[in-house]
């Protein structure tokens, strides 16, 4: 078995120290098969398990049923990995559509975090509705979940030299072999990036950013929570933001066709301004009803947000019907007080 094969010498402007940095974790061979374990999924399985333990003792504090989380925890994870590549591959369709059967090929790289979200979430949907396990109150808890996974997960990208953005005088400006080689192969889509400068390191960014949500959110949800849905709402609006901007920096965007339109650019901004929008709606609600919040297993059945005129009308006259028959023993009881 043998470790760290690729190290490459990694630099920032400002740190006086060289750090040998490695994609690949080990290599072995097994019955005459060759076998690479990446650090980058290291990493990943490292933030995911760190993730289900904080989401796992929050279950805990909840009451949640453990049976429940458990199917979600599964159905979530293989919707997340699903989506992820989908999404990588619908906006790289001018080779995967020539080469389809490359898109099983997940351990080649090629997952997106987005798309990961989206078929995490869909996923997890369909399942709470399936055990019947209340959805909102389920987000709230995964929004502080993802937060940990995608800022561990981050430096996943640190160890495969990707993910930067482009040239920087800041003294965390990140130079390396293998940085260089990408933006001199890229050179005719990167104009103006100089392969021998040093880049942004936009993983760095994200990841920080990411662990100051969590903590954001997390208090939050211990002083300030009023709602089912509140936290996963901060989680859009901070992890949007701070998305929105750093993905402007970097040099390995996703592109809507042959605009100069990044796809996880809008759809971060899209995303913080619904989930703004949301926020506004839900805490306006809130103040002229506050009620407690609905523990977690309790599954609420959908109502629709607007009601129209006869639907009204018809709720009124059912409550009128069920609060006659008390006027009326009533009125019978008033009576036998006057005869005695």
């Given at each position: 078995?043998?470790?760290?094969?690729?190290?490459?010498?990694?630099t920032f402007?400002?740190?006086?120290?060289?750090?040998?940095?490695?994609?690949?974790?080990?290599?072995?061979?097994?019955g005459?098969?060759?076998?690479?374990?990446?650090?980058?999924?290291?990493?990943?399985?490292?933030?995911?398990?760190?993730?289900v333990?904080?989401?796992?003792?929050?279950?805990?504090?909840?009451?949640?049923?453990?049976?429940?989380?458990?199917?979600?925890?599964?159905?979530?994870?293989?919707?997340?990995?699903?989506?992820?590549?989908?999404?990588?591959?619908?906006?790289?369709?001018?080779y995967?559509?020539?080469?389809?059967?490359?898109m099983?090929?997940i351990?080649?790289?090629?997952?997106?975090?987005?798309g990961?979200?989206?078929?995490?979430?869909?996923?997890?949907?369909?399942?709470?509705?399936?055990?019947?396990?209340?959805?909102?109150?389920?987000?709230?808890?995964?929004?502080?979940?993802?937060?940990?996974?995608?800022?561990?997960?981050?430096?996943?990208?640190?160890?495969?030299?990707?993910?930067f953005?482009?040239n920087?005088?800041?003294?965390?400006?990140?130079?390396?072999?293998k940085?260089?080689?990408?933006?001199?192969?890229?050179?005719?889509?990167?104009?103006g990036?100089?392969?021998?400068?040093?880049v942004?390191?936009t993983?760095?960014y994200?990841?920080?950013?990411?662990?100051v949500?969590?903590?954001?959110?997390?208090?939050?949800?211990?002083?300030?929570?009023?709602?089912?849905?509140?936290?996963?709402?901060?989680?859009?609006?901070?992890?949007?933001?701070?998305?929105?901007?750093?993905?402007?920096?970097?040099?390995?965007?996703?592109?809507?066709?042959?605009?100069?339109?990044?796809?996880?650019?809008?759809?971060?901004?899209?995303?913080?301004?619904?989930?703004?929008?949301?926020?506004?709606?839900f805490?306006?609600?809130?103040?002229?009803?506050?009620?407690?919040?609905?523990?977690v297993?309790?599954?609420?059945?959908?109502?629709?947000?607007?009601?129209?005129?006869?639907?009204?009308?018809?709720?009124?006259?059912?409550?009128?019907?069920?609060?006659?028959p008390?006027?009326?023993?009533?009125g019978?009881?008033?009576?036998?007080?006057?005869?005695?």
């Amino acid at each position: 078995m043998k470790f760290f094969q690729d190290a490459v010498d990694v630099t920032f402007a400002g740190i006086d120290h060289v750090f040998r940095v490695s994609s690949v974790f080990c290599e072995f061979t097994v019955g005459g098969h060759f076998f690479s374990i990446k650090w980058y999924g290291v990493i990943i399985a490292f933030g995911f398990t760190l993730a289900v333990l904080f989401g796992g003792r929050m279950a805990y504090k909840w009451k949640m049923d453990l049976n429940k989380m458990i199917d979600i925890l599964i159905y979530g994870t293989l919707g997340g990995i699903v989506g992820a590549r989908l999404y990588y591959c619908a906006f790289k369709w001018d080779y995967y559509g020539q080469h389809p059967l490359d898109m099983i090929k997940i351990w080649e790289g090629g997952l997106a975090i987005y798309g990961g979200l989206i078929g995490g979430l869909i996923a997890a949907f369909i399942t709470a509705k399936v055990i019947k396990l209340n959805f909102w109150n389920l987000l709230d808890l995964a929004g502080m979940s993802f937060l940990i996974g995608q800022g561990i997960g981050r430096w996943g990208n640190y160890a495969n030299q990707e993910a930067f953005g482009a040239n920087t005088n800041g003294k965390i400006g990140m130079m390396s072999e293998k940085v260089s080689q990408y933006i001199t192969t890229h050179q005719a889509s990167l104009p103006g990036v100089d392969p021998n400068q040093p880049v942004h390191p936009t993983f760095f960014y994200e990841s920080v950013w990411c662990i100051v949500g969590f903590l954001l959110l997390y208090l939050i949800c211990k002083k300030w929570r009023k709602f089912s849905g509140q936290i996963f709402l901060c989680y859009g609006i901070w992890y949007g933001l701070g998305r929105m901007i750093i993905e402007g920096l970097r040099t390995d965007s996703l592109y809507i066709g042959s605009t100069g339109i990044r796809v996880s650019q809008l759809l971060s901004a899209a995303i913080v301004v619904v989930c703004a929008l949301l926020m506004i709606i839900f805490i306006i609600k809130y103040t002229k009803n506050p009620k407690p919040i609905e523990g977690v297993d309790y599954y609420v059945e959908p109502v629709p947000f607007f009601k129209s005129s006869k639907k009204k009308a018809e709720d009124k006259k059912k409550a009128e019907e069920k609060t006659e028959p008390q006027d009326e023993k009533q009125g019978e009881d008033d009576n036998d007080v006057h005869e005695d």
